[in-house]
């Protein structure tokens, strides 16, 4: 009878395993991917397949495909025709610009002013100046909203905006939420009349198999008119002036013009997407004919693991491959795959100047040493990589040819490219570059390069930074 158990118990074994792997070979496209999932599924029997399928799974696409059905969705055109589009952008980017359209389907927004604002010093004070002046709504959304010294500044400003009269509605993400003891929620919940939102909550058992999908996007949207737009969280490191612990340097945008009705509607995506009722954001009743406020023709690119995925990453690839002067990268963690290792050392060796900047000390440990495997591959190609002295820096930027801006949430690694649902915004403006450019060379002017002569680590160093570049999709 024992032997009869144990053989139907490995019996049962061997036919998980298969299909695991079956699902494997049918649903990953990346042939390193499907070698590492196979590999730990049969060499960790019963605990690999767990791993799998909470973590290997895609589970989204179908809920995000009928979220992008739903109404009048995100890819509405701005009434202007290809042609009428392509006379607000520069001819040396019309290849750059044909190419978005087969990537996200999204005509550009035009007549939008946007500017770039440095730190939470500079970009919380107006946010909560905004926010507080609102009388028909207020659209927060964030990967990371702390509930410390830069949280508690928007306490008096929510309070404002619903004894003005306006709606609130507040969209976190559920591992984010974590960042501080207590979180967020408890105090805004206070505030009777704001409407708050867990994305994915990472401590629902029913959430689990989603804990690896986070949503990384910061966007807030004032009563359609002003938003604000990055990679910047709220948290008191932003509050460099005031010298907090742990420092960060950051960049967001205001914009105010017609693309707004883009931020507001991936907003709505994820808040329906968070279980919340659908709503029609204030932006969409504004006259599509809105007075002109700016010269910068935009697009906001979503992101992530659904029907979205890989879109963000393939501009970077066709930037790149568009360049023909410089290719100027700002990011704080940078892991890519393969491929855009390679389109980095194929555009140096075009004669593009291409600069990655990054910070010197990462705020995650073991970041700083994986990075440093893919040094030597690109400095022997003509790719220069600078490291900024801290504070830390969590900027998102990528500029080409100082005439076309690729900003946003995602950085350039394997969790923003697939994994993470993000957002970007695709920029044709000489002028916006031209600031942008400058932001770039005061980071550069206080970074020390890293020169190809000392990349040539000890055997020890190179083994223990290779093997930490392995855990890539998982930082």
């Known amino acids: 009878m024992e032997l009869l158990s144990f053989s139907v118990a490995g019996f049962l074994l061997l036919v998980l395993h298969i299909s695991v792997t ?70 040396a980017l019309w290849q750059m610009l044909r190419l978005g359209y087969k990537v996200h389907p999204q005509h550009l927004s035009l007549g939008n002013a946007i500017r770039p604002l440095i730190n939470g010093d500079e970009a919380y004070p107006l946010m909560c100046a905004a926010i507080s002046q609102a009388k028909k709504e207020v659209l927060i959304a964030s990967y990371i909203f702390n509930n410390d010294k830069a949280g508690q500044l928007f306490i008096p400003a929510l309070k404002q905006a619903v004894q003005n009269g306006a709606v609130v509605r ?35 058992p029913v959430n689990l198999p989603f804990v690896n999908l986070r949503n990384h996007r910061k966007m807030m949207i004032i009563d359609g008119k002003v938003a604000f737009f990055g990679g910047m969280n709220v948290a008191e490191g932003d509050l460099v002036s005031q010298h907090p612990k742990d420092p960060i340097q950051d960049v967001t945008f205001e914009v105010k013009g017609p693309l707004i009705n883009q931020i507001a509607r991936l907003f709505e995506e994820d808040w329906i997407f968070s279980g919340k009722k659908p709503f029609l954001p204030t932006s969409a ?22 029907a979205d995925y890989g879109k963000i990453e393939r501009l970077c690839l066709g930037a790149l491959a568009c360049a023909q002067k410089s290719a100027r990268i700002v990011t704080p963690y940078f892991l890519p795959e393969n491929n855009i290792l390679s389109a980095l050392e194929t555009a140096a060796m075009r004669g593009v100047e291409v600069e990655i900047i990054l910070p010197q000390k990462s705020n995650i440990f073991g970041m700083d040493w994986a990075m440093e495997a893919n040094f030597h591959r690109l400095l022997s190609k003509g790719v220069k990589i600078y490291r900024t002295q801290p504070p830390f820096d969590h900027s998102k930027l990528f500029l080409v040819d100082d005439l076309w801006l690729f900003a946003g949430s995602a950085n350039w690694d394997v969790r923003s490219f697939k994994l993470n649902f993000e957002s970007n915004m695709e920029c044709f403006d000489p002028e916006l570059a031209k600031q942008v450019r400058q932001i770039i060379e005061q980071k550069k002017a206080q970074a020390q390069p890293v020169h190809y002569r000392h990349m040539r680590p000890p055997l020890l160093r190179t083994l223990r930074n290779n093997a930490l570049r392995l855990l890539t999709p998982y930082y």
Request: include cysteine; hydrophobic fraction near 40%; charge should be positive.
């Open 22 to 91: 079956i699902h494997i070979i049918l649903h990953k496209d990346d042939v390193p991917s499907a070698i590492g999932w196979t590999g730990l599924v049969w060499l960790a029997p019963v605990i690999g397949c767990i791993v799998y399928v909470i973590l290997g799974i895609n589970r989204v696409r179908r809920k995000a495909l009928r979220l992008h059905n739903h109404g009048a969705d995100i890819f509405t055109v701005t009434g202007k025709t290809p042609q009428e589009i392509e006379k607000q952008v520069p001819p």
């Open 170 to 204: 507040m969209l976190i993400d559920g591992v984010g939420l974590n960042y501080s003891r207590p979180n967020i929620q408890a105090a805004v919940k206070k505030i009777r009349g704001v409407q708050f939102s867990v994305f994915l909550p990472s401590k629902s």
């Open 285 to 306: 009743r504004c006259p599509q004919d809105s007075p002109c406020l700016g010269k910068t023709a935009a697009r906001i690119i979503p992101d992530g693991p659904d």
